[in-house]
């Protein structure tokens, strides 16, 4: 077949054919063998040789963008490789092959169309992607998750769940993880603030994050959790790994979905038990869904002080209505007045977090759990965030020595 170049519409169908070429020449047992780095070249030197031999002539600009594309096709993520390399894109969601939206700067934005050819090419990436991982998405099961070689993070699922065609949703890490410096840098929280929760990590506070769909909630845990002291031993357990702990003794586990024959799934739930067997100093869970909480609540208050955990709600007292909830999701017939003491006795922290208008990520509350008032916890803010204004102590007082184990000295003693 002879390779013709067609300046009008023609350059997917040109793209396609070449690492359809290309695929046929390279060997992948032979691929998997070789550095990422060196992969690449081989792929590019089969696709220059393919125009070569079908004397197409395209002008350099063009050569070179269409080369790298075939790259992405074959060995990278195709028409989303160059989404994931923009290092202020933190999210690309494909909402079926002509709607592609990317989150940049903490804002989304509409990318030109012409990403895909079709749904067909929508189902080439994902097959790509979840395969090699011994995962499956069709008919039979028409969802899945997964984590990327650099960590980041994939949801795909397909119709007939979803009606506007094959839906893809990547969720992106950096190389390097954001700091507490970087918190303070990018106003999600205030010097002083970050003192005092950094000193609540060190004395052992148990805490939760909570907040909506891509807040911070993950990337304040893992901040957070830099200010445990390096001589502890710390399991954390997630879904899908997002969390890099700097700390020397860590033990990092990981949910696993079931397989292409729907056995072998281990729960977040399974692995928080695992913990508990494997001595460690603190317990943390990158989210908190289900039973599990349950689970996370008795490591708190049976030696793991100073655990951490996320979980989606709305403001604090949602939080709390939501741990309720979840714990009687578990196995176990408790009351729920049990429920409600143990989460009393139990959570020191609620750091409430949201994403602003203009994309950026703060810290909107932080509140201490007072112990039980009427039967429910009690609740007092430490922080609230006033726009125009950032983050402020309230007027309030101080969390008492009696009813939480944060002291005054902790929370401070005013602005």
Known sequence: MTLRWHPAGGRGRLKAL???????RIDPGDLAEVSAAERRLRVREEALGVLREHRVVLPARELTGLVSEVSDEV????????????PEITEVMVNGPDDVFVERKGRIERVESGLFEGEEAVLHLIERIVGPLGLRVD????YVDARLPDGSRLH??????????????????GLTPIGPEDLV??????????????????????????????SGKTTLLGAL????????RIITIEDAAELRLGQPNVVRLEARPPNVEGTGAVT??????????????????????????????????????????????NSPIDLLARLETMALMSDVDLPVNHVREQIASTIDLLIHTTRLSDGRRVVFRVTSVEGLSAGRPALRDV??????????????????????????????EGP
């Not at 060995?75 to 923009?86: M, Q």
């Not at 008919?139 to 028409?142: G, L, V």
């Open 18 to 24: 070449v690492a359809e070429r290309v695929r046929d």
């Open 75 to 86: 060995v990278g993520l195709g028409a989303i490789e160059g989404l994931l390399r923009d």
């Open 139 to 142: 008919e039979s099961s028409p």
């Open 156 to 173: 795909a699922i397909l119709p007939p769940l979803s009606l506007c065609g094959p839906a893809v949703t990547v969720r992106k890490f």
């Open 185 to 214: 840098r990018l106003g999600t929280v205030s010097k002083e603030m970050l003192e005092v929760l950094g000193r609540a990590v060190r004395e052992r506070a148990n805490i939760l994050i909570s907040g909506g769909a891509a």
């Open 225 to 232: 959790s830099s200010f445990i002291p390096s001589g502890e």
């Open 268 to 313: 977040v739930r399974t692995l928080v038990r695992n913990a508990l067997r494997m001595r460690p100093d603190r317990i943390i869970v990158g989210e908190v869904r289900g039973g599990e909480t349950l689970d996370m609540l008795q490591a708190m208050n049976t030696g793991h002080e100073g655990s951490m955990s996320t979980a989606h709600a």
């Open 383 to 412: 922080y609230r965030f006033e726009r125009g204004r950032g983050l402020r102590q309230t007027g309030d007082g101080v969390a008492s020595t009696e009813s939480t184990r944060l002291t005054p000295a902790l929370v401070g």
